[in-house]
């Protein structure tokens, strides 16, 4: 069970790392929109055009995120269902052979 898991590690860093960095960019964009708020109008339109664009992108990465963890939650589970089935027909070979394990040797 331990290999199984370790195998998805990869994926949830990543994720946790594209979360990261846009937490960071949002951050940013806020906080110079704090600098920026007292200046022209275009200053402010140009800061909110911009905190407009990372919203939107963190919203594509969300959503390519969930996609990416259904998709490996759907794999995992294809994998444990023909673990199962390997296990289920060993034991059957198993019964099958009087119970000995050696399967008809």
């Known amino acids: 069970m331990e290999e199984q898991s370790s195998r998805f590690t990869p994926a949830r860093r990543h994720a946790a790392t594209v979360a990261a960095a846009l937490g960071i960019a949002v951050f ?24 407009d ?3 939107s992108q963190a919203s594509s990465v969300q ?22 089935s390997v296990q289920t027909q060993i034991q059957q ?10 399967y008809g040797y």
Do not use: L, P, R
């Open 63 to 84: 959503s390519q995120v969930s996609t990416a963890i259904t998709n490996i939650q759907s794999q995992a589970q294809s994998v444990q269902s023909q673990a199962q």
């Open 53 to 55: 664009s990372v919203q």
């Open 28 to 51: 940013g964009a806020g906080a110079g929109f704090a600098v920026t708020g007292c200046g022209s109008d275009s200053n402010s339109d140009s800061v909110n055009n911009a905190i």
């Open 93 to 102: 070979q198993t019964q099958n052979n009087g119970g000995s394990g050696k």
